[in-house]
């Protein structure tokens, strides 16, 4: 069974300030997602990493995927208070029995105050 | 709106109830899936299904539970005879066909309740 456990579970921080969540396995996937969750809504893909060692940037958001394929970062350059919600990592195989199938981990619960 | 649909947004149910959730992926997908997201859990898998076909059930409850795919229709996942413990968020995900199966695109999702 894959697991993803990501850090801390809870980020409480001040507008302005810098912060970074980290997803962690002792497997391999072959691409990992981070999506965000607004409570009583769904999860919004933000970005999908396939390549290890692959940084995307989105805006203030800087995602990267390990060189081995097993872990993943979500950095967060000044947040701002939009950003408080939910993150997810998921992570995905290409193949076999496990294709289509999106392990996530246990999400972490970010708030940015103002 | 061109998303994944969910309907209804909050269902309740009485122990003993059929629940009937419902979902249309987004335009130009035919890849569905059902994920179930417990109070103080993360989202955990269900099942995959393409039109007309069940891909991957390995994370279906053996009883109670069903999901399709109709050629025509939206996908539908069905509880039978609910009991409380089957009270959660459920989300339904699409992909496209012929495209990267992990970029999955959730829908607003389902609450159930069971009284």
Known sequence: TQLLEQSPQFLSIQEGENLTVYCNSSSVFSSLQWYRQEPGEGPVLLVTVVTGGE???????????GDARKD????????QPGDTGLYLCA??????????K???????????HP | ??????????????RGQEARLRCSPMKGH???????????EG???MVYLQKENIIDESGMPKERFSAEFPKEGPSIL????????????????SSPAGGLAHEQYFGPGTRLTVT
């Open chain 1, 72 to 79: 993943s970062s979500l950095h967060i350059t000044a947040a």
């Open chain 2, 1 to 14: 709106n061109a998303g994944v649909m969910q309907n209804p947004r909050h269902l309740v149910r009485r």
């Open chain 2, 78 to 93: 069905r509880i039978q005879q609910v009991v409380r413990g089957d009270s959660a968020a459920y989300f339904c995900a």
């Open chain 1, 91 to 100: 992570g995905a195989n290409a193949g076999g029995t496990s294709y289509g």
């Open chain 1, 55 to 65: 940084v995307k940037k989105l805006k203030r958001l800087t995602f990267q995927f």
């Open chain 2, 43 to 45: 989202l955990k898998f």
């Open chain 2, 30 to 40: 035919s890849h569905v899936y059902w994920y179930r997201q417990l109070p103080e």
């Open chain 1, 102 to 112: 999106l392990t996530f981990g246990q999400g972490t619960i970010l708030t940015v």
